[in-house]
């Protein structure tokens, strides 16, 4: 006799497998996916194969040496915001392809918000906010980073305009 068991671990690894399942497809057919893909001058393909997997880290997410990992946490929001997420996290996973070997130590010592690489990958993951779940949420989520990021007066004026801007 065969007898199936389900572990709550298991069950975990299911949800993961079914959403990062989910992100695929949802890449492969999102608008600002590809154009981030054009823009950069990469193929669609590498929607298909970019590295993605969930674990337990600090950040929301991250990219590290092209790799995509999510938190674990995000695993009980909205597939939107997990897709928000994903969408920032492309662009760096692009960007790090696309500057292998390179090195610029000036830019590691910038403010977060201020590097050229965070501003660009904020800009698609707010066009992708405001395009599915309004431009009023994509705008509160910008007016949050900023208070998290404790920007005020000009500089926040300023940072605010600059990532609600749609041209990247």
């Not at 199936?4 to 057919?29: G, M, Q, V, W």
């Not at 918000?113 to 993951?125: N, S």
């Amino acid at each position: 006799m065969i007898r199936i068991t389900s572990s709550k671990k298991n069950n975990e690894l299911l949800d993961e497998i079914t959403t990062l399942s989910k992100i695929r497809n949802a890449l492969l057919n999102d608008k600002i996916a590809r154009k981030i893909c054009k823009e950069k001058g990469m193929g669609e393909w590498f929607l298909a194969g970019v590295p993605i997997k969930f674990d337990k880290i600090k950040q929301s997410a991250k990219t590290v040496d092209s790799h995509i990992i999510l938190n674990k946490s995000l695993l009980k929001k909205s597939f939107d915001i997990i897709m928000r997420y994903v969408i920032h996290e492309l662009t760096h996973s692009i960007q790090h392809v696309q500057n292998f070997r390179k090195k610029d130590t000036k830019k590691d010592k910038e403010d977060y918000l201020d590097k050229d690489t965070e501003v660009e990958a904020f800009k698609y993951q707010v066009e992708f906010d405001a395009e599915n779940r309004g431009q009023e949420k994509a705008e509160k989520y910008v007016e949050d980073l900023l208070d998290y990021h404790k920007l005020k007066g000009k500089d926040r004026a300023d940072k605010k305009d600059e990532l609600l801007d749609e041209s990247h």
